[in-house]
């Protein structure tokens, strides 16, 4: 890993909560631009995950949600707290859709005794003075040293899901969890980076199978969800210069192989594709 770089790190690339052997991990993303480090989503095993990146957590300062799906969000408070007894001491400022106080109420409740104790005894900072939520419904995201946009996606039955836009010396967009939505390819326009959710349509019935789910889960991928073919047609109409395919739906199974993930979005998109990774690192 070479932190310090313009990076971009898929902690986490696997779409759903479930976690089976030996698949990926869920969403988490790590974005290193120009000096600023920024986790975007926060799934199970994201601390982890940016400790193996590379991260000192005492450096948390930024986090981005998309939306408030526990793959997304699971371990938010959890990695918060990690840093804190690691030995942060600065703010952490967290931008988000609507309800992610009422989470972070719920997760600073649950800890309350080991909290008040480490305070105490520790002589720590009080971890509820360290953090700050900014709540976003679209547009500019006031993130200082990047232009931080964010475009409000359709992802039903969420009413409040967001893709993130990062302009600095090189952008970067994440879709966030979204149905086929045009006006992101207009949002990522031009950008260098295209990070989209995408799902193989062969793979549902897998999916199904697996989970027992029926045509009540079935009709929630359809609506939810982008195929790998729609991600291509977005990043070619936005004229991105890399596609990297990421909250991959399915991704523990290894009948689908990233050739045939590439193969699918090359018929609509004719630029680098990247079928993410836990771990994988691609500069900037």
């Known amino acids: 890993m070479t932190a310090g770089a313009n990076r971009l790190v ?39 995950a940016l400790v193996a990146a590379g991260l000192d957590l005492r450096r948390l300062a930024t986090i981005c949600i998309t ?17 804190w007894v690691t030995g942060l001491k600065t703010p952490v400022t967290i931008y988000g859709p609507e309800g992610l106080s009422d989470y972070w109420a719920g997760f600073l409740q649950s800890t309350a005794y ?16 360290l953090v700050r939520i900014v709540p976003v419904t679209g547009g500019p995201v006031p993130i200082a040293g990047l232009r931080v946009t964010a475009l409000r996606v359709s992802h039903p039955p969420v009413d409040h899901a967001l893709a993130f836009r990062f302009d600095g010396t090189r952008s970067v967009v994440c879709s966030g969890d979204t149905a086929y939505f045009p006006p992101l390819a207009d949002f990522a326009r031009g950008a260098d980076v295209l990070l989209h959710e995408a799902m193989l349509p062969e793979g549902i019935e897998v999916i199904l199978q697996n989970t027992g789910g029926g045509e009540a889960l079935r009709a929630h991928l359809v609506a ?11 990043a070619a109409a936005a004229g991105v210069g890399k596609l990297v395919l990421n909250h991959l739906v399915p991704v523990d199974d290894p009948r689908f192989t990233e050739d045939m993930w590439r193969a699918r979005a090359a018929r ?7 079928v993410g990774r836990d771990g994988m690192e691609v500069l900037l």
């Open 224 to 234: 939810s969800h982008t195929t790998v073919d729609d991600a291509g047609r977005i």
């Open 67 to 83: 939306h408030l799906h526990s793959d997304h969000i699971l371990e938010l408070g959890p990695l918060i707290h990690t840093a």
């Open 10 to 48: 898929t902690l986490g690339v696997k779409g759903g909560p479930a976690v089976r052997a030996p698949g990926a991990m869920p969403t988490a993303t790590l974005l290193e631009l120009d000096g600023q480090s920024i986790i975007i989503d926060s799934g199970l095993g994201v601390t982890a």
């Open 114 to 129: 080991d909290s008040a104790t480490r305070v105490e005894d520790e002589g720590r900072l009080p971890l509820p003075d």
């Open 268 to 274: 609509t998109f004719a630029g680098p594709v990247l």
